[in-house]
């Protein structure tokens, strides 16, 4: 995921090597978490299953061999383009210890950010009612919600 310019300064001037040591030696060019090989298009089930076509089997949202049921409909089956992202596990920018970093797909990193996204829509949210608050006139709002007469 590209670095938002207002945010470039969070991160260290080394970040590209940090990542890249991190998404392809570490990892290996996988997923850490479902194992989800970089720039390959994937089939899927939608609900994390997927066809790992190297070891020629089905695996789970976290990378385990699954079964699949032989009846299931080839309708389900989706692909996806993955591209590996370095990941902060404890969201903070500036620490990159290489045990605070994980290589994650967008899947795994969506689902472990996924609080973290919650609270931002929140805080957001939050400040945009208390800046109409603090700027919006009452009586101009409250004339707006009468009907006309």
Known sequence: ??????????YPID??????????????GRCEQCGRP????????GDGRWWDIEARCWRSG???????AADFSLDL?????VVLACAHLDHDPGNCRPAN????????????DAEEHRWQ????????????DLYEDPIAARH???PRQ
């Open 15 to 28: 970040w590209p090597q940090i990542s890249d040591h991190i998404r392809f030696v570490r990892a290996g």
């Open 101 to 112: 970093l994980a290589a994650l797909c967008q899947r795994c990193h969506i689902l472990y």
């Open 77 to 81: 089956v989706r692909t996806t383009y």
């Open 38 to 45: 970089h720039k390959r298009r994937v089939a899927h089930l």
């Open 62 to 68: 976290r990378g385990r061999k699954v079964k699949v």
């Open 1 to 10: 995921m590209p670095i938002r310019p207002e945010n470039r300064w969070l």
């Open 121 to 132: 829509r929140w805080w957001n949210a939050f400040r945009f009612r208390a800046l109409r």
């Open 144 to 146: 707006k919600l009468q």
